[in-house]
T-cell receptor
Framework: DTEVTQTPKHLVMGMTNKKSLKCEQHMGHRAMYWYKQKAKKPPELMFVYSYEKLSINESVPSRFSPECPNSSLLNLHLHALQPEDSALYLC??????????FGPGTRLTVL | GNSVTQMEGPVTLSEEAFLTINCTYTATGYPSLFWYVQYPGEGLQLLLKATKADDKGSNKGFEATYRKETTSFHLEKGSVQVSDSAVYFCAQYNNNDMRFGAGTRLTVKP
């Protein structure tokens, strides 16, 4: 089983809202990732958690706040987003730090 | 630094045609190489991988061979189907760094 699940599938929020994206995997993978993907572009890495510790932060704005409550769960808390933050947000996990398995994504629209 | 370059799209083929999508990389050391496929409205799916020189990754009729001498990992399929229409991303992993190519959109017409 190589399934990574993400909820919600779609999210529409205003610039003053606070919302969270959720990602879950039950493959025992030790690393989990958040990516942002704009239309017709490749994914851009936002955050990496390894053994539940944030190991790489690609200088993402503070209005995005990751959280890793346990080895199976990864959240992305959103606050005061801008319309340009509208994108597909992808979660991925990896056992060996090179092969990454992606979830279906959350399509975020910021009004 | 590490980078991936793949052929510009879009690519349009007729069903049963032969497919090649070119991918080259630059890296220090010995990266692992991947092809991912993204169907409309979905996340990325791992299509195939190769971890060392001369390895051939294969899946669902797709193949790619890790060529160290030409720093390439070209994707091929002998006979494409309409259901193969998607965006294909070449990627490399090297020293805790995952890099994707720009993606190539493939459309297969009946």
């Amino acid at each position: 089983d190589t399934e990574v699940t993400q909820t919600p599938k779609h999210l529409v929020m205003g610039m003053t809202n606070k919302k969270s994206l959720k990602c879950e995997q039950h493959m025992g993978h030790r690393a989990m990732y958040w990516y942002k993907q704009k239309a017709k572009k490749p994914p851009e890495l936002m955050f990496v958690y390894s053994y539940e510790k944030l190991s790489i932060n690609e200088s993402v704005p503070s209005r995005f706040s990751p959280e890793c409550p346990n080895s199976s769960l990864l959240n992305l808390h959103l606050h005061a987003l801008q319309p340009e933050d509208s994108a597909l947000y992808l979660c991925a996990s990896s056992h060996d730090l090179d092969t990454q398995y992606f979830g279906p994504g959350t399509r975020l629209t910021v009004l | 630094g590490n980078s991936v370059t793949q052929m510009e799209g879009p690519v349009t083929l007729s069903e049963e045609a032969f497919l090649t999508i070119n991918c080259t990389y630059t890296a220090t050391g010995y990266p692992s190489l991947f092809w991912y496929v993204q169907y409309p409205g979905e996340g990325l799916q791992l299509l195939l991988k190769a971890t060392k020189a001369d390895d051939k990754g294969s899946n669902k009729g797709f193949e790619a061979t890790y060529r160290k001498e030409t720093t390439s990992f070209h994707l091929e399929k002998g006979s494409v189907q309409v259901s193969d229409s998607a965006v294909y991303f070449c990627a490399q992993y090297n020293n805790n760094d995952m890099r994707f190519g720009a993606g190539t959109r493939l459309t297969v017409k009946p």
